[in-house]
């Protein structure tokens, strides 16, 4: 299994709801992070999860909660999102912590509408 | 913060002729990667090239990079039409599982 998995694939929520977005991977690797994105824009880094513990966080608003249940699961739960929050949230995971010379691997992304 | 900076920011080309991007960056790096991401979905990793490669190629992808003028450029060869994409550069500035800082990007169309 080579991929990332992330769902669900589009969400939409108002400004008041608890919502999770969830990536899986199975390929063993210990590094795992959130990205956003806006539209026409490039990803930004949101969070760094190395060997399932946070490792950055780049002044991400609180209202992102971030979590690394196990070494294959990252969840983002939201909680009182603004509207400037929709975007496209992209997970990513690398093999090894600390290996600048590794690819990242991308899940296709949560399109999120914050209403 | 950006570190890249992609040029063009759009391109539009003919199926068959070349494509080249470029990219500058600001910080020393370790390596410097290229991703491409169709239509709003996930990035996929092209290549990468490392601080002491000058030139590196895969299939169809040649990518050069001048660490003394902090860029890189992507050559895509006989393009086709299922290259139309985003393709962005993306550096590692923290040497490490700092994640990745992506360039602004350039929107690559092939008219068929």
């Known amino acids: 299994d080579t991929e990332v998995t992330q769902t669900p694939k589009h969400l939409v929520m108002g400004m008041t709801n608890k919502k999770s977005l969830k990536c899986e991977q199975h390929m063993g690797h210990r590094a795992m992070y959130w990205y956003k994105q806006k539209a026409k824009k490039p990803p930004e880094l949101m969070f760094v999860?190395?060997?399932?513990?946070?490792?950055i966080n780049e002044s991400v608003p609180s209202r992102f909660s971030p979590e690394c249940p196990n070494s294959s699961l990252l969840n983002l739960h939201l909680h009182a999102l603004q509207p400037e929050d929709s975007a496209l949230y992209l997970c990513?995971?690398?093999?090894?912590?600390?290996?600048?010379?590794?690819?990242?691997?991308f899940g296709p992304g949560t399109r999120l509408l914050v209403l | 913060s950006q570190q890249g900076e992609e040029d063009p920011q759009a391109l539009s080309i003919q199926e068959g002729e070349n494509a080249t991007m470029n990219c500058s960056y600001k910080t020393s790096i370790n390596n410097l990667q290229w991703y491409r991401q169709n239509s709003g979905r996930g990035l996929v990793h092209l290549i990468l090239?490392?601080?002491?490669?000058r030139e590196k190629h895969s299939g169809r992808l040649r990518v050069t990079l001048d660490t003394s003028k902090k860029s890189s450029s992507l050559l895509i060869t006989a393009s086709r039409a299922a290259d139309t994409a985003s393709y962005f550069c993306?550096?590692?500035?923290?040497?490490?599982?700092?994640?990745?800082?992506f360039g602004k990007g350039t929107h690559l169309i092939i008219q068929p």
């Open positions: 999860y190395s060997y399932e513990k946070l490792s």
């Open positions: 990513a995971s690398s093999p090894r912590p600390g290996w600048a010379q590794e690819t990242q691997y």
């Open positions: 090239i490392r601080s002491n490669e």
């Open positions: 993306a550096t590692d500035p923290g040497g490490g599982a700092d994640g990745l800082t």
